[in-house]
């Protein structure tokens, strides 16, 4: 009888799927942390992970493990060389949040261009004639470059165009494999991006290193707005306070930081033209459901050979199993 442990809250759709099944045995662990994790894995033939690091040392602990079923569609906290080395599968979900990051990535865009938080402060604590200084902006007949194109730019270009958006992408994967149809034209370099942007929004599954630095935003137009629901690390956040300072950047969105939670030090935190949401855009009720749904799904249907090789992650660097 297999094993399964789920390491992290799950949403009760998910528990169901477990508990009516048959040939596996579950324990649930709620805290997200890597040492609840460790404590919990020498038994588990599976593992559901939520949102905490699996390293070496902790799969090392779990001498029967067979699969990892990440509750979403990001694993860059999983060391997967590890789990290669032991030939351990790992999955993620299918499409389950792409709808909703594009949705808050969009809400971002427009609570920046209408300086949502400055007008609900002046409402709250005034002073109420702030609303004479017309700092909030139309994005009607604006650009917006979407970097990374893939599910979700692609729903934010969508979005947007109901707005009266042009969109504009920078992907360079896409523009080596082949461009999508549609209206987004590509750039061929991100400077030439910015350069024409009024809006920028970052959609890519992360980065060694940041893409946007100072360099970059001394290259983008003066008053850009610029979102971030991709990764943290891929904004060099102190160039980005910077830019706000001066006023390079005149607002930006941000669900996504270099450290989480967000030290109080970070400078982004006193700027009050900025939008910050605690790594949310993927976790909405709905998407929380279908991540739960499916990350349970795919354990069950590892073990009965029916798992869908394309959720496979690591399928190319592992035995057939």
Not at 130 to 139: A, F, P, T, V, Y
Not at 179 to 197: C, F, H, I, S
Not at 219 to 228: M, R, T
Request: glycine residues 8%; hydrophobic residues 45%.
């Amino acid at each position: 009888m297999a094993h399964v442990l789920v390491a992290g809250p799950l949403h009760p759709s998910g528990r169901a799927i477990l508990d009516a099944a048959s040939g596996v045995t579950v324990t649930y662990v709620e805290e997200t942390s890597e040492a609840s994790l460790a404590a919990a894995i020498p038994d588990a033939d599976a593992v559901l992970l939520r949102t905490q690091p699996m390293s070496a040392t902790t799969v090392a602990l779990a001498p029967n493990l067979r699969i990892v079923s990440r509750h979403g569609v990001g694993y860059d906290a999983v060391d997967v060389a590890a789990l290669n080395d032991r030939n351990v599968a790992l999955a993620v979900c299918g499409d389950v949040n792409s709808t909703s990051v594009a949705e808050h990535a969009v809400m971002l865009m427009l609570a920046a261009s209408k300086r949502v938080v400055l007008g609900d402060a002046s409402v709250r604590n005034g002073p109420w004639e702030w609303r004479n200084q017309l700092q909030s902006e139309d994005i009607f007949g604006r650009t917006l470059l979407q970097i990374g194109y893939g599910r979700i730019g692609r729903h934010i270009t969508r979005m947007m165009s109901a707005f009266g958006v042009t969109s504009i992408a920078y992907d360079p994967y896409l523009n080596q494999s082949g461009w999508p149809a549609g209206d987004v034209k590509p750039v061929e370099t991100l400077v030439a991006g910015l350069a024409r942007a009024d809006l920028v929004s970052i959609s890519i599954p992360g980065a060694a290193q940041p893409i946007i630095g100072a360099a970059e935003l001394a290259a983008a137009k003066d008053g850009v707005i610029l979102v971030n629901t991709a990764r943290g690390g891929i904004v060099d956040e102190t160039a980005l306070a910077n830019a706000l300072t001066s006023g390079k950047v005149a607002a930006a969105g941000l669900d996504v930081f270099e450290t989480e939670p967000v030290p109080q030090s970070n400078p982004l935190i006193g700027l009050r033209q900025v939008i910050l949401s605690p790594h949310i855009a993927g976790l909405t009720q709905g998407s929380a459901e279908r991540m739960a749904v499916g990350s349970a799904r795919n354990i069950l249907d590892f073990f009965a050979g029916s798992l869908d090789p394309d959720l496979i992650v690591n399928s190319q660097s592992i035995a057939h199993v």
